[in-house]
């Protein structure tokens, strides 16, 4: 590495300095609320169209619900409400079958 001589040439990492960040919370929280969203498009798409229209073989276990709502959120039209409902209800569903 090039660092320990001018400052010039390499990555000059002894300047670099790692403080942790202060809101951690936020960031995440949105995260979050993305992911549950884009699992509510995928609930709504595979239950609207084929397999087929989302991946390239008409398995119906193909995917999880996140790559299908990332594949087909251009192709769909709803709200942000219909896909929590979405979610709100594949929680309702599972949720007998946990212990």
């Known amino acids: 590495m ?3 001589g001018s400052k010039v040439y390499g990555c000059s990492l002894r300047d670099a300095r790692i403080t942790p960040p202060k809101r ?3 960031p995440l929280l949105i995260l979050a609320i993305a992911c ?3 699992c509510g498009v995928g609930a709504i798409a595979k239950g609207r169209f084929r397999p087929s229209a ?3 073989t008409n ?3 193909q995917c999880s ?13 709803g709200t942000p409400q219909q896909g929590l409902a979405a979610v709100r209800g594949l929680s309702e569903a599972v949720a007998p079958n946990r212990g």
């Open 2 to 4: 090039r660092d320990h």
């Open 24 to 26: 951690t919370g936020q």
């Open 36 to 38: 549950l969203l884009l």
């Open 54 to 56: 989302r991946c390239s």
């Open 59 to 61: 398995r119906p276990r």
């Open 65 to 77: 619900l996140d790559p299908i709502g990332l594949i087909m959120r251009a192709r769909m039209q």
